[in-house]
């Protein structure tokens, strides 16, 4: 069983910025497309950025610009960098892992999220 691990949650102002980590304890990362949702306050929980193994990442339009996702495989670790933080980026973030590495949903493994709260 795969294990996720998120971190680096918390409250920030609009305008801030924080950056989420996410730990996986399987090896090697590579083999893995990994992403990250977002689940705001009585929505359903959507995603916002996948890093397929070997692929382009994507991104949903709402982040583009202002979220960064990275990989490193060394440490199996994925991030989720976030500026401009906006009060409707709101929300629990989940990481998820999938070994189908070139998926652009990947939904197979899931952490248990981090909360980011947006206010000022």
């Known amino acids: 069983q795969v294990q996720l691990v998120e971190s680096g949650g918390g409250l920030v102002q609009p305008g801030g910025s924080l950056k989420l980590s996410c730990a996986v304890s399987?090896?090697?990362?590579?083999?893995?497309?990994m992403g990250w949702f977002h689940q705001a306050p009585g929505k359903q929980r959507e995603l916002v950025a996948v890093?397929?193994?070997?692929?382009?990442?994507y991104y949903e339009n709402a982040v583009k610009g202002r979220f960064v996702i990275s990989r490193d495989n060394t440490k199996n670790t994925i991030y989720l960098q976030m500026n401009n933080l906006k009060t409707e980026d709101t929300g629990v973030y989940y990481c998820?892992?999938?070994?189908?590495?070139?998926?652009?949903?990947?939904?197979?493994?899931w952490g248990q999220g981090t909360q980011v709260t947006v206010s000022s």
């Open positions: 399987e090896s090697p990362l590579s083999l893995y497309s």
């Open positions: 998820a892992a999938d070994p189908a590495s070139r998926s652009l949903f990947p939904n197979r493994y």
């Open positions: 890093t397929p193994s070997g692929g382009e990442e």
